[in-house]
């Protein structure tokens, strides 16, 4: 790690030194990449010690540098990558041209090298099978649609990121501007999708949201797909009210703690697939009954 009193609330980890279930939690908490998470030598990973920073080291490019926070606070993640930015900059000679800008291992990103992104839970627009004209409308806005772990993932529990596509031509301040305006449009859309789908189906949303908690108070075994999804469908109901009595459940702990690697670091020993299914559906079952009673 550079000698810098201003890093010194990070820890550099080499990839080679964490389990492959350490890795699977860093990809399960968005800390690195699907690919990164597969190891290989002279790759590290540098973490800030509240957990809401991340670099990359030789993932795609030499450095990858991430700040993760809740809400649209896409201004705030950037000031907290440029601070980072900035200060290695002073021991390190990134390859920079002035009419291109950072260059990059993929020419996509070329320029700003900034790619920034929304998590966003669109359970009613997935319902209403209105997903794939906000994708082209994103398209056209020039941001992608990406699943729940980036590029080439699937989406689960209707958990979609939404990032910008261009990276050359446009300031970082543009970027963000943009994503944000688009991000604040999807979420008007996600509103009214709702309000439509207990206007015409209240009797069938509320069916779906129920049959979801039986599903999860009495099933054996669920796959992590499965409950992700189910609680989805939960959560959906708490936020539209048809499940007052939930209210103060944490549906997003849950959904972090029902992934393969957080679940096997929860009850402290690695299991088998169908052991996980098991345990899953235990431990979603306690969570219900403690939050329901």
Known sequence: MVNDPALKEFTFIPLEELSLLDRLMLLEEHLISPDFSAGGKGRAVVLSHDG????MVNEEDHLRIQSLLSGLQLLETK??????????????????????????ACPTNVGTAMRASVMMHLPGLVMAKRMRGV?????????????L??????ALGNLYQISNQITLGEAEEEIITVLSEVCREVVKE????????LKDDEMGALDGVYRALGILSYAKKVSFEEAIDLLSTLRLGVETGLLPSFDG?????????????????????????EEQDIARASLIKERLSLQGS
């Open 52 to 55: 809401q920073v991340s670099i």
């Open 79 to 104: 000031r907290v990558v440029d601070e980072i930015d900035e200060r290695l900059s002073v021991h390190l000679d990134f390859a920079f041209l002035e009419n291109w800008g950072y260059l990059t």
């Open 135 to 147: 994708v082209d409308f994103l398209s056209e806005r020039g941001t992608a649609v990406r699943g």
């Open 149 to 154: 772990f980036g590029e080439g993932t699937r």
């Open 190 to 197: 996600e509103e009214k999708a709702r309000k439509i789908l």
């Open 249 to 273: 459940i944490d549906l997003n702990e849950l959904m972090f703690l029902v992934r393969p690697a957080h679940l096997q670091n929860f009850i402290k020993r690695s299991l088998p697939e």
